[in-house]
Structures are given as C-alpha cells and as structure tokens.
C-alpha cells in the first residue's frame, strides 16, 4: 500500500516512514526536502497519485496564532483538496492532547492546531486525528527556551569579608503541570497504528506512562547529561499559564510502553 507521510523527513515522520517500510508498505517522506510543499501545494499531486493513505506530521515553523493559523490552515486545505483528487480514503493528522482545552485557555498556537482538527472534521472526508502528549526528545528544547540568568549568587570563603559576588546561575523556568509524556518512536508507533486500521471520523488518544510535574522531566533530562541548568516551576509553558490537568489525557487513552528512565538511559 502506498503512503504518503507529510513531514516525513522530520523527527516523527522519518520514524513513521521507516516502520511503515518495514511493515511492507511503500512509505513516500514527503516534504519541502524533497520537493513537495503542503503550504504551497507543490509536488503535492504527482505525490499522491496511487496513495491509499495520506498521513500528515508536519508543524508550522511559527508558533504565534496568526503564523501558525496560515500554515494549518492552508496546508490542511491543500491536503484535503489533493487528497480527494488522488483518491486517498484515510487522511491521518498528529495533534496534540488537550488541543481543545488548550485552545480556549492559551490560545495561541492551540488554536491553530484546533483550527486543523475542525478542517478535518468538516471536510467530509474519511479521517482519523492523533493525539499525542509531549515527547521525550523536545524536553531540553523546552529547556532551552525556558531558560533565564537566575539572581541566585553563590557565596563562599575568599576575601577579606568572606563573602564572593559570586555569579549569576541559570534557572529553567517551567510550567507546574502535570504530564505524561511519551518517546518518538512511540508517538510513531501510534500514528502508523491508526494509519494502518479504518478511519476514526474521530481522536484517539495517545500518552506515555509516567505522571509528574513538567519541571520533573525537564530536571532529569537535564541532569542525566550533566547540564548545570536547574529547572524552577513558575507555572509558564512556552509563556502560557497552565492549569494542572490540562496537559493530561483523557481516561480512554491509549498508554505506550517506554518508560522515562528507559529512554533517557538509552538517550544518555
């Protein structure tokens, strides 16, 4: 079966690629790499000739609203234009668990994605959404842009006053929320496990198997590569507020198999 995987050269997409090749499908990685444009449409249609499945993990380069929205919402169009044409019968997106609760508390780059979902949902075609938690590999990047020049100084013995003025520390401020998320390869998993049955019209759910606070993950990532970074919760992600539960899954959620502390032994 031909499958065409919108971002397949991606973290995700070249993970689905490859298990859908070893399954014994003809994998297609589709994206501006190799010549194939969602957001323009180029390449999209001598690419989806003969494609039973049309599987889209790509993400907008912007993660402002107004950015965001122009990228999903025309390359979603787009997909669903030239997936009729070609005669696709299964149009899989990735998304985000919560996409709706956060679409209506952060706004922003949420809202962009439940634009995505609602352009699916309407478009009459035969689809499934994915719904996926945080990935294990995007904790130090979520690391990175959280990180600020703490005030801390540290003190010690030297000098005639025994004090030092000691330096400035880095301090990685994260959100105070629960999560629960999951390994690439898992994510992967899924989203070829969905692409491979009937279509959904529908979500299904996706998390990992561990629960903690987002700073948890982040400081252990951190530190099981020595970096001297310390995560502080203060409640922002990606500088939104959270509440609590919202990164969480529902109850009918699907929980993968790889362990936090299994994948950053392999990571490390």
Known sequence: MKIVVIGGTGLIGTRVVSQLAAAGHTA???????????????????????????????????????GAAEFF??????????????????????????TDRLATTQRGYFRAKALQEM?????????????????????????????????????GG?????????????????ADALMQPMAADDVARAVVSVSLGQP?????????PDRAPL?????????????????????????DLLQPGELLPGPDATIVATRFDDWLRRAS
């Open 200 to 208: 959904l019209r529908g979500i299904a759910e996706f998390a990992g």
């Open 158 to 174: 030297g000098g005639a006053s025994g004090r030092s003025l000691g330096h400035r520390r880095p301090e990685v401020r994260v």
């Open 73 to 98: 919402e025309t390359s979603t169009l787009n997909l669903i234009t030239f997936g009729e044409a070609a005669g696709v019968r299964h149009h899989v997106a990735l998304s985000v668990v919560g």
């Open 28 to 66: 297609v990685a589709a994206s501006r790499e190799t010549g194939v444009d969602s957001f323009t449409g180029e390449g999209l249609a001598p690419e989806l000739d003969g494609a039973e499945v049309l599987i889209d993990v790509s993400n907008s380069s912007y993660t402002d609203e107004a």
């Open 215 to 239: 700073g948890v993950f982040v400081g252990r990532a951190l530190a099981a590569v020595d970096d001297p970074r310390e995560a502080d919760p203060l409640a922002r992600y990606f500088g």
């Open 119 to 155: 352009l699916l949902r309407d478009s009459g075609r035969p689809y499934s959404i994915v719904h996926a938690t945080q990935f294990f590999e995007f904790l130090r990047s979520i690391a990175d842009a959280a990180t600020v020049t703490g005030g801390r100084a540290s003190r």
